[in-house]
């Protein structure tokens, strides 16, 4: 895996900066838009994934994969990719919800460079242990959310 050149950004999430809150669960879950560039050559697709670590759970809490997405630069169009599960039971985007009280969370939005497609829509554990091969470059961007 090589680290470059791929980049994502968004016009909804400044990174490092504290999220707002019409993207988070308790106010409906809007889609922030994201924004990649600097695909690297042999990308076949991309994924998208946004994780909380600091979830009180194992494993923390994802809150979206998306998988096929076309590797073309500029703002992903969520409409022509996979939304796989997140782990609210759901699939495609849920929002960031943390516990009352719990203080500031970490939310990664990772996009993945791959060489080869990603098979159905796996959850994010399974994309990470089967697709962990295909990934050329992967890139980050973080915002933070405290109910």
């Known amino acids: 895996m090589q680290v470059k050149d791929l980049s994502l950004a968004s016009p909804d999430i400044a990174d490092g ?3 707002d809150d019409r993207f988070a669960g308790q106010e409906g879950s809007v889609t922030p838009r994201m924004v990649v560039s600097g695909i690297p050559e042999g990308t076949v697709e991309l994924a998208l994934i946004c994780h909380d670590p600091d979830a009180p759970l194992p494993a923390g809490f994802t809150h979206w994969t998306l998988y096929g997405i076309p590797a ?23 929002g960031p919800f943390p516990p009352a009280g719990h203080g500031d969370h970490r939310y990664y939005f990772w996009v993945y460079a791959l060489s080869e497609p990603v098979d159905g829509e796996p959850t994010r554990s ?4 089967h697709s962990a091969d295909a990934v050329i470059e992967q890139a980050r961007l973080t915002g933070t959310y405290s109910a």
């Open 17 to 19: 900066e504290r999220i």
């Open 72 to 94: 073309v630069e500029g703002e992903i169009d969520v409409t022509a990719a996979r939304p796989g599960p997140n782990d609210d039971g759901g699939a495609g985007y849920v």
């Open 126 to 129: 399974g994309f990470l242990h």
